[in-house]
């Protein structure tokens, strides 16, 4: 019975032993709440990091990709000019033969076969 008794007497005293308080508590479980916000905010700006690269680049590429094809067009219309210029200098040759042919050599002068009685 003394080791029984001894027994109550150490229960008793854990029982009595100071606990933490119902505000630190409080306080604890407030801070465990704004940790598990924080971790979830950073999850979300994590995703939305990942997003917004993954626009960039898609961005990137597409500026890229428009940059090549207005090259690859102007070259082309450099081309089309080009052809287009020699067309119209060709056509402007035969019509200046024509003129002569038809008119003489000037403004007013004498066809080319006037004076040829044939």
Do not use: H, M
Not at 10 to 19: D, F, G, K, M
């Amino acid at each position: 019975r003394a080791e029984s008794a001894e027994k109550q007497v150490e229960i008793a005293q854990l029982l009595v032993r100071p606990t933490a308080s119902t505000a630190e508590l409080t306080r604890l479980a407030e801070a465990a709440a704004k940790g598990e916000a924080a971790l979830e905010a950073k999850a979300a700006l994590e995703t939305e990091l990942a997003d917004t690269t993954k626009a960039l680049v898609a961005a990137t590429a597409g500026a890229e990709s428009g940059a090549a094809k207005s090259a690859r067009e102007a070259e082309e219309f450099a081309k089309w000019r080009q052809r287009a210029r020699g067309l119209l200098e060709d056509k402007d040759a035969e019509i200046d033969k024509l003129r002569r042919r038809f008119f003489g050599n000037g403004p007013g002068g004498e066809p080319a076969n006037a004076g040829n009685d044939e």
